[in-house]
């Protein structure tokens, strides 16, 4: 097959088999958020315009699907008034919904130091005395055993004759 110049390539292009749905099924695309929503825009995805003008559109779940078939005469009447070639129905349909992938959320973090500190992990011993000084902070205000010396809540003392629960089982 010999190569033929870009002009001719393209002059053939209308005449083939489909071309005409694949403009008006782009012609849709441009023109959907605008006419549906954003809000039914997410939950929908137009999938082609099959012969004789009825666009196939995806929904998020049969309840889309349902609703939208009930409002698709004032839905292709809106569409309608966007496109050069009117489409003649819309069917809506859960079958073939696939969940776009949800964008990553890239966290940066405010200093070098910051990531230095979450890429590399604690050592045991650090990490113990992070414990420790955290279950300081919050116990400082407590009673202590009388027996022990031990922090403790002061429902506990009164439970166990003002022993914490260890010296009161000893």
Request: proline content about 10%.
């Amino acid at each position: 097959m010999p190569f033929q110049p870009v002009k001719n390539v393209l002059s053939t292009l209308p005449k083939r088999q489909g071309w005409r749905e694949y403009q008006q099924f782009q012609e849709v695309l441009s023109c959907w958020t605008d006419v549906v929503g954003a809000a039914v825009a997410l939950q929908t995805r137009p999938q082609n315009v099959a012969p004789r003008g009825v666009l196939k559109v995806a929904t998020s779940s049969s309840v889309w699907a349902q609703n939208l078939g009930f409002e698709r005469r004032q839905i292709l009447s809106k569409l309608n008034a966007h496109l050069e070639l009117p489409l003649t129905d819309l069917y809506f349909s859960c079958s073939q919904w696939q969940p776009t992938p949800q964008p990553l959320l890239v966290v940066k973090p405010p200093s070098a130091l910051k990531q230095a500190q979450l890429i590399q992990s604690p050592s045991p011993q650090t990490a113990f005395q992070r414990w420790e000084n955290s279950i300081k902070r919050r116990s400082q205000h407590l009673p202590l055993c009388p027996r022990c010396q031990c922090p403790t809540p002061r429902l506990e003392l009164e439970q166990h004759d003002g022993l914490c629960n260890l010296c009161s089982v000893r």
